[in-house]
Structures are given as structure tokens and as C-alpha cells.
């Protein structure tokens, strides 16, 4: 079975580390914050200028001096951090955060990223994406591994406009979790139940098979 | 007006010397920490032809928003044009030009106009259609393009304590791109919730020293919030 938002949530959870500083972008990163691990304290960047970012308010919380990069209302947790855009962005560029986890249309071999245009279709911007992937180190891009008519996304080179070249090196699709290394993808753990054979189908790109591939556990809920 | 005191009377003295075909900066974020009175005056004194840098464009029928209605701005600088049918249709139609610009990109825009640094590298960008036709150099290994700065005529602020010497305060994440705004202005005008006298600020945690100011005005504000998000 391809794998729920919550759980493509939880697995990018795994990932995170005591004492991280992470950027969530918008859609399944940012249902991540619902499974930080017990023990584990991260710090969630937003990039309109809040380090610290906390839970939704109470109503009698609402405050709409205190939005998220998402245009939400939020709280500021004990410890947070306010500051302008460009110092957010120094943060972003100068590779201070840990982890960014964001959304994509298409990834291919070399790590570069389309995410943010359409060409035919109405372009909205890149906000932040452009500078989000151009200054992290360390970046997990979610997705779902092929279009709803079965065309992969992860492919040898990307077809859609980029959102920044060379820079992605983990993909988790609601299908598997892949690196992406010397230009080619190589299939880390799969989804439960999906096979191997279904991965190497979906997947357009050049992928290196390990001989053993483990497939994800999730705890039941 | 005397000395270091930068209060005006009124939102037109306010605006006063704004003319079609100028560059107007704007602060905020989505509906956060705009200057949504200064933005009112703009519409009310029916320039047109306006280049906006703005991170977004407001929505339909608040904030910037507002002056798409008599087709006031020519271009925009924005990261983000969402959530706004408007502006959709004025762009699908050619009716206004849009310069995407990466929010990073935008902000260092804006304080590298401000600080007198004419054009910077940076990463972001490149190999995208936002590097095309832009220098390119390599440091340390990673390619970057030039990115040039921005000086506006007008730059319009939203603070939320000022004093009358134009020193300013923002308010939670109503910060956003008002500090670096404030700084690109040519004419550089405030307007903010309450202004206080010269000492009831403490000196150093002014976020907009008055030295970039030019006019401060007290408002009140609808401050609509955009994606309304609680929990039970």
C-alpha cells in the first residue's frame, strides 16, 4: 500500500534530530511537526521571520500579528525568536538550518528540483522555495512517486522549471524512501506491501537497487 | 515640522509628492504588517503607472489588492501573487507586469538598496529561469548569479510604536519585510499604532532607527486576517 500523508509525515519525522532547526514547507511537511519523536526537541523555522513557531491559537490566542509562512495564525513557543526577512533569509542562505523538508512536482538524478512552475498553468511564485533548497544542506523533498495518470516524477532529468539545480539529495515518495548520490537515485526502504518491481516501474530515473531493501514499519494508531 | 520630528497631520500630507510612474516598496507579509492606510491614500490619489515591490500582492479588495481595482500598478516585484483573482486576471490579460522574485532574493534586494551596496551573488536561482540572462560567477564552488538591488521612490512602512523621531517598533511577525523597506525609500514614510514620546522606547530595541525615516503617521487598523487557524 502507497503510503498516507500521515504516514510519508511520520517517516520524515524519523529523520529529525535533538536539537534541529528545521524549515517545513507547505502540505505533507507540514503535518511532520504531528510527529516529532518523544525526547526530541527541534525548533520550527518559518521564513516571514519566526524561530520557534508553536501551535495554532486559542481563539483567545488569535493574534494577527502572528502568522506562519503559510498566512496562518500561530503561536510563538517558550524560547521562539522574531526577527525581519532578511535576517530569515540569512538564516535560510547562510545554511543555518538543519533540515528543510518541502513539496515537489518533479526530482531527478541530479538532485535538481521543480516544484514551483507550470508552464501553461497559472504561475503563483516561488516564495521562499528557491531559497530554501539553494541554501540547505540537508533537504528532504516529499512527494507522490507518479502522477495520478501513473507518469513518475522521479526522473533523469526534469522536464518542469527548476526551483534550484544539484541540490537535493533525499526524496520520500508515498512509495519509498530514496538518496539520491552520483546521480542516480538508490531505493533505501519501501512502502509496506509495494514491491520492488513496482518502484523500479515508477521510477523514470536511473535507480540503484540494493540487494536487500527494507520496507517501512509504522506503529498502529 | 521641526528639528527631528517626523509626524504629519494627515495620510495625504503623509503621501504627499507620490506620482504615477513611481517606485513604491511596500512592507508585509500576506495581510501581516502592511501599510494598509498609505496603501488607502495611494488609491485615493489615483496615480497610476506604479512599479510595487511587495513579497505578495495583497487580496481582492484589502491591501494592495485595492489598487489593481483602477489599475494603478504597471508591475510588481513579488514572490508570492496567490490567492488574489483580480491580479490573475490582470496578469493572464498582460494588464500588469510581474517580476517573480525569490523571497530571499527580494528581502536582500531591498536591504542592499538601503545599505548602498548596488548588486550582490547569491545561489538561489541559479539554473533557474529566475538566473536567465543574469552574470553568473562561481564561488566556492557554487555557481551564483548578480542580483541588483532596489531604491524606491516611495517606501511605505506599518510599525507599531514610533516616536516622534521616527524610531520604530513592529509587532510579532508583523515585522517581516517593513525593516528592510523603511531603509529603500527615498521618501520613507511610516505609519504605526501609537506614537510615543522620545525616551519611552528603549534605544536598543528600536528595529527601525529614525535616521531612515521620513514622515510617521498614527493610524488605526483593520489588520483582516487571512487564514484564520485555531485550535479546539
Known sequence: MAL??????????????????????IGIPTLVANYIPDGIDVMLQSENGLLGMGRYPTEDELDPDMINAGKETVTARPG???????????MI?????????????????????A????????????????????????????????????????????????????????????????????????LKERAPGVSVEEIIEKTAGKLIVPDHVPEMTFDAE | MAGFDKRVASYEEAM???????????????????????????KRRGVNDLTVVSNNCGVDGFGLGILLEDRQISKILASYVGENALFEKQMLNDEIEVVLTPQGTLAEKMRAGGAGIPAFYTATGYGTPIGDGKEVREFNGRHCILEEAIIGDFAIVK???ADRYGNVMYRHTAQNFNPMAATAGKITVVEVEEIVEPGELEPSQIHTPGIYVDRIIQGTFEKRIEKRTVRS
Open chain 1, 93 to 113: 542562505r547562510g545554511g543555518h538550518v538543519d533540515l528543510t523538508v518541502l513539496g515537489a512536482f518533479e526530482v531527478d538524478q541530479q538532485g535538481n528540483i
Open chain 1, 4 to 25: 498516507t500523508r500521515e504516514q510519508m509525515a511520520q517517516r520524515v519525522a524519523r529523520e529529525l534530530q535533538d536539537g534541529f532547526y528545521v524549515n517545513l514547507g
Open chain 1, 80 to 90: 521562539a525568536a522574531i526577527f525581519s526577512s532578511a535576517e530569515s533569509f540569512a
Open chain 2, 16 to 42: 504627499e509628492g507620490i506620482e504615477s510612474g513611481m517606485t513604491v516598496i511596500a512592507g508585509g507579509f500576506g495581510l501581516c504588517g502592511i501599510p494598509e492606510n498609505l496603501i488607502a491614500e495611494i
Open chain 2, 159 to 161: 510599525g507599531w510604536k
Open chain 1, 115 to 186: 516544484s514551483w512552475m507550470i508552464p501553461g498553468k497559472l504561475i503563483k511564485g516561488m516564495g521562499g522555495a528557491m531559497d530554501l533548497v539553494a541554501g540547505a544542506d540537508n533537504i528532504i523533498c516529499t512527494m507522490t512517486h507518479a502522477s495520478k495518470h501513473g507518469e513518475s516524477k522521479l526522473l533523469e532529468k526534469c522536464e518542469l522549471p527548476l526551483t534550484g539545480a544539484g541540490c537535493i539529495n533525499r526524496v520520500l515518495t508515498d512509495l519509498a524512501y530514496l538518496e539520491i548520490k552520483d546521480g542516480a537515485f538508490i
